[in-house]
């Protein structure tokens, strides 16, 4: 009998492991297995060209229908799974079929973390994390209409960006004193402030909302001083969790998200996973992490193709992200962890083209980059050879970022 | 459709149809052609879709500007051609373009 890998997912890990599969020259049959209705689609357009309207869903495809076919990838959408047996090699699904595999990858991602909040059912209420979510996001959107985010972390900035495009008026609510606390300066989080107040977004930090109310749907939003918003819409966007039942169920090792090695590989040896879901050992940085980027997901992906056809390809990249708001790119090189210095090179108090450089014992740990391409570049150079630098160079605009890394 | 040649940095030449409409780097990764990671997905935040482009065909494709030219001259071993693939819209005019692979994509 042919071997058969079953991949449980169906989103960026999960392409770039079928795909990853047929170049490490996996020659069984390999089989996808979804809970949405479409094939992997990139997500980072989800919260921007997606939600505007800009793009449809065939236009953020990671690859097209025909690819799969040609490289005998199969998939099973609209499709959840209920339990994995490792000691039969099988999965049970939903509704009771059971397929075997030889090998599994556990690419399920994560979902929203879950406001326990009076109203939260209430048509009009939303999570945004899938294409399905967006749909009916748009479906509750006109120019004029009020909406109240509830979050400013990117996901949250983000999507009151795209609300703002389609003309709608944004309140975004952040529990914190700063929107982005969790992860980054305060100087990032004060211009991200400023450049939404500029664009017409209601920012309003230090405030937790208590309640949504409304007769039959959404219309007002009860915040903790008391004061109420109108809202058409409410976006919650309060982070993510990893998806970890299926393989907490089937006996393998879980502490914020699914224990893997460098190489992807679970305690049990026929099951990889990759993507958000896991918490892996970065060698660069010399601690486990879980991340939730798109990078990670692919990375970490090829090496789990090479694990399950036996090979060797240790995954130890730099972290990095991207997050476009507005006319600003922001490019993220590195994590900005026990940084005991901030850089900042450009005008982050009037402008919108800058850099902050974070700094440890002189090196360069992590930068965000706003409109800043060059400096994007040279940071994830200099992350990576950890050599010291002068930070008067880093700060100074007039030196060519490229004579940092001599 | 419009054929594409990938040529690598070892001299081997791959040959994609790629529909007009598409990037150069979406032709790559559809094909399953090494050397263009694209790990951003086309969102030109990543420089992952280095490619030098034949300096025939610069003339068609054009010069990069804004983002794409401050990331490319920080990239390993740029050039005057070098172009990030994801941001190339194929065209009918394109029909028969080289592009070349770097040794290192970074």
Known sequence: ?406 | MPIINYVTHDGNQFEAEVEVGKTVMEGATENMIDGILAECGGACSCATCHCYVDEKWVQVVGNADGIEKEMLEVVNEPKESSRLSCQITVTEEMDGLVVHLPESQY
């Open chain 1, 1 to 406: 009998m042919s071997e058969v890998c079953v991949i449980i997912g169906a989103s960026h890990a999960a392409a770039q492991l079928s795909a990853s599969l047929r170049t490490e020259g996996w020659e069984g049959e390999i089989l996808v297995i979804g809970d949405e209705a479409y094939l992997p689609y990139h997500r980072p357009p989800l919260s921007k060209t997606f939600l505007s309207g800009e793009k449809s869903i065939e236009d953020i495809q990671i690859r097209p229908a025909a690819f799969y076919e040609k490289q005998n990838i199969q998939f099973r959408l609209n499709t959840r799974v209920e339990s994995i047996d490792r000691n039969k090699k099988s999965l049970t699904l939903e509704g009771g079929e059971i397929i075997s595999y030889s090998k599994l990858a556990l690419c399920t991602g994560s979902k929203p973390r879950v406001l326990p909040l009076e109203g939260s059912q209430l048509p009009g209420v939303h999570y945004l994390r899938n294409a399905a979510d967006i749909e009916a996001i748009q479906k509750d959107i006109a120019p004029g209409k009020k909406a109240v985010i509830v979050g400013g972390g990117y996901i949250g900035l983000e999507t009151a960006a795209a609300l703002r495009k389609l003309g709608l008026e944004v309140t975004v609510l952040e529990m914190m004193d700063r929107v982005l606390q969790r992860v980054t300066a305060p100087e990032i989080s004060a211009f991200y402030h400023r450049v939404h107040t500029e664009e017409g977004v209601d920012i309003k930090t230090g405030t937790a909302i208590r309640a949504i109310e409304g007769n039959g749907k959404a219309e007002r939003v009860v915040l903790s001083d008391q004061s109420q918003l109108d809202a058409d819409v409410v976006i919650i966007g309060a982070g993510i969790v990893p998806n970890t039942e299926l393989a907490e169920k089937a006996g393998l090792k879980v502490d914020n998200g699914i224990l893997v090695d460098e190489q992807a590989r679970t305690e049990d040896p026929d099951i990889v996973a990759a993507g958000d879901c896991t918490n892996f050992p970065n060698p660069l940085l010399g601690q486990r992490m879980r991340l939730e980027s798109v990078p990670n997901a692919m990375e970490q992906s090829r090496s789990a193709a090479a694990s399950i056809c036996g090979k060797e390809k240790v995954y130890a990249a730099q972290p990095w992200f991207w997050s476009d708001q507005y006319d600003m790119k922001l490019q993220i090189a590195g994590l900005s962890q026990d940084y005991d210095q901030v850089v900042i090179r450009g005008d982050y108090e009037q402008g919108r083209s800058f850099v902050a450089w974070y700094l440890k014992d002189g090196k360069v740990l992590a930068a965000d980059c706003v409109n800043r391409g060059k400096e994007f570049m040279t940071a994830k150079k200099l992350i990576q050879s950890g050599v010291e630098v002068d930070a008067s160079k880093l700060a100074d605009d007039t030196v060519d970022p490229k004579e940092l890394l001599q």
